[in-house]
């Protein structure tokens, strides 16, 4: 991983979001890039209030950035490679589009600190940006800070895995901070467990897509998936869980829970999801 691509609205959440990326850069010797997107207000005829031109929007969006990195190099140094840009239009338009026609290898943005998945975030840039970008994204809630993270755990349905490009990139977040990698599979309690024969298959399949990974592979039925995930994320003490964000996916199944469901593990570990 070269480049890892960090959002901003120069919000304190953002803030804290960039300065988790910074340490990941710095692990990987990889470059920032900070950007920030902007769009004209809609103003309607009985506006009283003149709204701001696309150059006034574009001028304090590149002034915020510019103050950002060096609020980043007076804390990191200048060995730490930054660019930035400010771009006209939407937020999740634009950071897919940079991100697929820049061949970004990681995003690294904040989430609002409410501290679960839920139908209140799904209208967030954050969550849109787990489903529609082609690279990982690490979603940092502002009670996460960095540290290395030894026991990462991966919630995912066997099959997911299958594919071997997909895990690529854990792999590499795995070995690069020298991690144990625990695949979770939770599955609903009252749901059918597969045959045997595919059964196998999967953890065979699976087996040989993490070779050269430090890895253990778990299994547990539980009546809710989330609280299968958050029980074995609290009693083994996860620093870091990865999804991947498929169409029958567990994370698909956190995204559809009720707003009263609360996703306990977001509010002090890192969600990585990988495409």
Not at 188 to 193: S, T
């Amino acid at each position: 991983m070269k480049t890892i691509l960090v959002p901003t609205d120069f919000s304190e959440i953002s803030k804290n979001a960039t300065e988790y990326a910074c340490e990941i850069a710095k692990l990987m010797q990889a470059k920032i890039v900070l950007f920030h997107t902007y769009h004209l207000p809609l103003v309607t005829t009985d506006a009283m209030i003149m709204a701001p031109a696309s150059d006034e929007l574009e001028q304090y969006a590149v002034k915020g950035l510019l103050k950002l990195k060096k609020e980043i190099e007076k804390k990191h140094g200048k060995s730490l490679q930054i660019e930035y840009h400010a771009i006209l239009g939407f937020a999740v338009d634009e950071i897919t589009l940079y991100a697929k026609e820049h061949r970004i290898d990681l995003i690294v943005m904040g989430m609002q600190g409410a501290g679960y998945l839920s139908e209140k975030l799904l209208g967030s840039i954050t969550t849109a940006l787990i489903k529609e970008a082609n690279c990982p994204v690490f979603a940092i809630d502002q009670r996460v800070k960095f540290k290395v993270p030894k026991k990462i755990v991966l919630a995912c349905d066997y099959l997911e895995t299958k594919n071997k490009t997909i895990l690529q990139p854990l792999k590499q977040i795995v070995n690069l901070f020298k991690s144990h990698l625990y695949v979770l599979n939770v599955i609903d309690e009252f749901a059918f467990a597969p045959s045997i024969p595919d059964a196998v298959s999967d953890l065979a399949s699976l087996e040989d897509s993490l070779s050269g990974v430090d890895h253990s592979l778990h299994y547990l039925r539980d009546k809710n998936v989330v609280d299968g995930i958050n029980t074995f994320i609290s009693e083994r003490n996860m620093d870091m869980v990865v999804m991947i964000p498929r169409k029958h996916s567990i994370l698909k199944s956190i995204f559809q829970e009720p707003n009263t469901k609360r996703m306990a593990f977001h509010t002090n570990i890192p969600l990585l999801a990988i495409h």
